[in-house]
């Protein structure tokens, strides 16, 4: 008759700690979401850091988070845009990139005097007190507006018109290579203004009088 081995209490405490955390796991694992975007990120990241044998890699990819690649100031389209919607009943705003791309839309019939290239009195206050919010950006970045008046076909008042507001936004004091006037090939009588938050060393083409500088 064979004899039974005495059981060791120690062994068995231990074993029961594993099984313990074991079912502890599978349960975080079981009521956890995974975010495959972000999983596929992390991925990406850590196989081109150590894409070389092993070895971290001479250059590593920027990853880019839903918000943008840079700290946006938020508060300077929701001021411009509160102020819009205040004074400009006509138009519609929109938070394109929220925080780092607001777009204006109306008739410039609306703001023009119709059939003319000058701004309707009535209106020209709010043209001042936008430009003047375009002067002194956050560190780091700079604000831009990009003017653009629609046509079917190009004539000399819609090409004014975009030439007058950026020559009415520099007036009032907003720096010039903040401003960028020109022509869309569509919607024949809309105006569109693109506020934007950017790197302060981000390119960008300047338009005047229909032409780049």
Do not use: W
Not at 35 to 51: H, K, P, Q, W, Y
Not at 71 to 77: K, R
Not at 164 to 171: Q, T, V
Not at 202 to 213: M, S, T, V, W
Request: no cysteine; hydrophobic share 45%.
């Amino acid at each position: 008759m064979l004899r039974e081995e005495p059981r060791n209490p120690l062994l068995i405490l231990v074993l029961s700690l594993y099984l313990l955390l074991l079912a502890f796991f599978v349960v975080l694992n079981t009521i956890s979401n995974v975010d495959i975007s972000r999983t596929r990120a992390v991925s990406g990241s850590l196989n081109e850091t150590f894409a070389a044998n092993g070895r971290p890699a001479d250059k590593s990819i920027k990853l880019v988070s839903s918000q943008g690649n840079l700290l946006a100031d938020a508060a300077f389209l929701s001021r411009v845009g509160n102020l819009i919607r205040t004074e400009l009943a006509f138009a519609h705003v929109e938070d394109v990139l929220p925080g780092r791309l607001m777009v204006v839309t109306m008739s410039a019939d609306s703001l023009f005097i119709p059939g003319r290239e000058a701004i309707d009195p009535l209106h020209r206050p709010i043209i001042d007190r936008v430009a003047k919010a375009l002067i002194n950006p956050s560190p780091g970045v700079r604000y831009d507006v990009d003017i653009l008046v629609g046509h079917s076909n190009t004539d000399d008042l819609v090409l004014g018109r975009s030439a007058f507001l950026a020559n009415s936004f520099a007036a009032a004091g907003a720096p010039p290579r903040s401003i960028a006037a020109g022509i869309e090939q569509h919607s024949p009588g809309q105006l569109k203004f693109l506020f934007h938050v950017r790197p302060r060393n981000e390119a960008r083409l300047i338009f005047r009088d229909g032409g780049e500088q």
